[in-house]
């Protein structure tokens, strides 16, 4: 199994339906989906900006200890996204 991160960037863009939406409605939230190899679902708020230039997704990282262990090279997170879905909420 490779120890490389891996990265995922999304460019999510309204439609022109969503362009006319938001001038009477806030924007929906959009969520990640993610099932760990495990079996173990997880959703992850997403917000769409901030996901174009990219971010770590496999190790699952989920707080700052273990972010900075995998930095460190200390410890390389057991748990392994197996697939992603997204979903767009009101």
């Not at 996901?51 to 200890?65: E, W």
Request: proline content about 4%; hydrophobic content about 40%.
């Amino acid at each position: 199994m490779s120890h490389k991160p891996l990265l995922l960037s999304l460019d999510i863009r309204k439609s022109l339906l969503g362009h006319l939406y938001t001038l009477l409605y806030r924007l929906p939230e959009i969520y990640l989906e993610v099932v760990a190899t495990d079996g173990t679902k997880m959703s992850y708020r997403v917000i769409p900006k901030m996901t174009t230039s990219g971010f770590v997704i496999n190790p699952l990282i989920r707080n700052q200890a273990q972010l900075i262990g995998w930095y460190k090279g200390l410890m390389y997170s057991t748990q392994k996204i197996n697939k992603t879905s997204q979903n767009f909420t009101n």
